[in-house]
Nanobody, 116 residues
Framework: QLQFVESGGGLVQSGGSLRLSCTASGFTLDYFAIGWLRQTPGKESEQVATITSGGRSKYAETVKGRFTISRDNAANTGYLQMNSLKPEDTGVYYC??????????WGKGTLVTVSS
């Protein structure tokens, strides 16, 4: 069964840190780009970070310098380290793995809540 599951969300105070993980089962992440997208009520969804299969990363301006995306192909897992969290980072974070527009997987999301 093909699955892509996020974990690591939770409640944290402003200025705190969280690390999100997304682990694939039933397929190998090696040749997939990994991305993290967040959805906040009342706002458009935002692609916060991506990392290519070769390890090149890209960040939204809103998180640059605070978030770090990484991957561990041996563990079949992608990560999003989030530091200096702000209340506006609150939202549901979704991980996706994409090899092509027709070959991609999405997790079900993990909730991050940052209190002020």
């Amino acid at each position: 069964q093909l699955q892509f599951v996020e974990s690591g969300g939770g409640l944290v105070q402003s200025g705190g840190s969280l690390r999100l993980s997304c682990t694939a089962s039933g397929f190998t992440l090696d040749y997939f780009a990994i991305g993290w997208l967040r959805q906040t009520p009342g706002k458009e969804s935002e692609q916060v970070a991506t990392i290519t299969s070769g390890g090149r990363s890209k960040y939204a301006e809103t998180v640059k310098g605070r978030f770090t995306i990484s991957r561990d192909n041996a563990a079949n897992t992608g990560y999003l380290q989030m530091n200096s969290l702000k209340p506006e980072d609150t939202g549901v974070y979704y991980c996706n793995a994409e090899r092509s527009p027709t070959l991609n997987f999405w997790g079900k999301g993990t909730l991050v809540t940052v209190s002020s």
